[in-house]
């Protein structure tokens, strides 16, 4: 198979992704088209990517705001599935990787590229996630994996390389965590982090104050939805990046969000990382709040289960499938009557549901009440244990015949 000529790089200017530039140069001799999403990492990561792109090898650059599209077509769908992977993990890296990998495709495939390359180590997930991305929606484009090729082998190696073909990197080998960070989430991995024996550094939290040093004084935050779609802070709307960065101030003021995780990849292994959501924690409360109220207990225990296999979807990469549209249908449909406001109160780090509101609520005090109304027959009940406990009422008597 021939060589490509021209390479669409996935590139957010970091230490992986800088330093294969030059590499696919002098190893593919191909021309590079370097493609960069800014779905929120903030102006210090974005700051200059053009230009370094440039100067370490790339003919071309596109640098494309995504934020709005990745709050509303992605971060509001995982919000109204409810998807959280092995009870924690709120999927601030996973989700991302399927939207980065689209826009890749689409400049690729404008601006006339034969492959793909992404700076994805062999060890993790996200090569998963982009590759799979690549086979629903390019499948006819090559893909080249540096980190399956080359003869570097540690973040080390990257550096030194990087040295020597005068690559502008802000890693260093005393510090030498590997972030990613979007407008959900900071990931921290490496380091210190990867023996789970270790305390994670207090040096490594960047979105979140530490609990100890939150305000003395809890505070409220209301959070507003319409049909399971996050829209107001306080009673104020707000567009979907403006809600999550008012969140995430709000949250990280008061310590929430830290995770602590060892996790099962997709690949096979456990790793460990520190994560932190601060906003997405708060959205993520409330919405679960409001779906007490407004789902019956059928639906909202079925939806619960299917949460968890959405949750690993996005996980392992697999957004572009049949099966993930299909839930997204189910839980657009649980989600038509989840509209009201839930207010939470912080403090040092925890999150207490305060008030619930929605003209949908199944909830009647009438029912609930322990005063007798007349919605609620308790005598009733009596009919309905008899019949639920039937079968065990008959197993006990079987049993007791046979001890005889």
């Known amino acids: 198979m021939s060589k490509p000529k021209k390479v669409a790089l996935a590139y957010s200017g970091g230490l992986d992704t800088s330093v294969i530039i030059p590499w696919l ?3 593919y001799q191909c021309e590079v088209v370097a ?14 990517l053009e230009e370094k792109a440039r100067k370490t090898g790339a003919s071309e650059v596109h640098v494309e705001d995504m934020r709005e599209e990745f709050v509303s077509q992605y971060l509001w769908k995982l919000v109204r599935a409810s998807g959280v992977y092995e009870h924690k993990y709120l999927l601030g890296t996973s989700i991302a990787r399927p939207l980065l990998a689209k826009k890749q495709v689409e400049v690729a495939l404008a601006t006339g590229c034969d492959a793909l390359a992404h700076g994805c180590t062999g060890k993790g997930n996200d090569q998963v996630r982009f590759e799979l991305t690549y086979k629903a929606l390019a499948p006819h484009l090559k893909v080249i994996a540096p980190w399956r090729e080359w003869s570097i082998v540690s973040r080390e190696d990257a550096i030194e390389y990087a040295r020597k073909h005068n690559v502008p990197i802000s890693a260093t ?11 959900w989430h900071i990931s921290h991995e490496g380091g210190a982090l990867e023996d789970p024996a270790n305390a994670a ?7 979140t104050k ?6 003395d004084m809890p505070a409220e935050v209301t959070i507003g939805f319409e049909k399971g779609n996050p829209v107001s802070v306080n009673g104020r709307k707000m567009s979907g990046v403006e809600l999550v960065e008012t969140l995430n101030r709000i949250g990280g003021e008061h310590g929430i969000g830290r995770i602590d995780l060892v996790e099962n990849r997709f690949v096979g292994m456990k790793s460990r990382g520190c994560y932190e959501t601060p906003g997405g924690m708060l959205i993520f409360a409330a919405h679960q709040e409001l779906e007490a109220l407004t789902l019956d207990r059928n639906t909202l225990h079925y939806k619960q289960r299917l949460a968890l296999d959405y949750a690993e979807l996005v996980y392992n990469g697999l957004w572009f499938t049949p099966l993930r549209e299909a839930l997204d249908s189910f839980f657009e ?3 038509a009557t989840a509209t009201g406001e839930v207010t939470l109160r912080l403090y040092k780090g925890n ?9 949908y609520s199944l909830y009647s005090l009438d029912i609930a009440s322990f005063t ?3 919605s609620y027959d308790q005598k009733d009940a009596l009919g309905f244990i008899n019949l639920i406990g039937l079968p065990i009422q008959v197993r006990a008597a079987v049993a007791a015949a046979k001890s005889r």
């Open 201 to 207: 550094p207090d040096e490594i939290w960047m979105l």
């Open 25 to 27: 140069k002098e190893n």
């Open 351 to 359: 999150v207490a549901p305060v008030s619930r509101k929605s003209p």
């Open 173 to 183: 080998t005393t510090k030498i965590y590997s972030r990613d960070r979007n407008i």
């Open 210 to 215: 530490s609990p100890a040093e939150a305000p």
């Open 35 to 48: 493609v960069c999403g800014d779905i929120g990492q903030g102006a210090d990561e974005l700051a200059g």
């Open 333 to 335: 449909t649980t989600s």
């Open 372 to 374: 007798m109304g007349a």
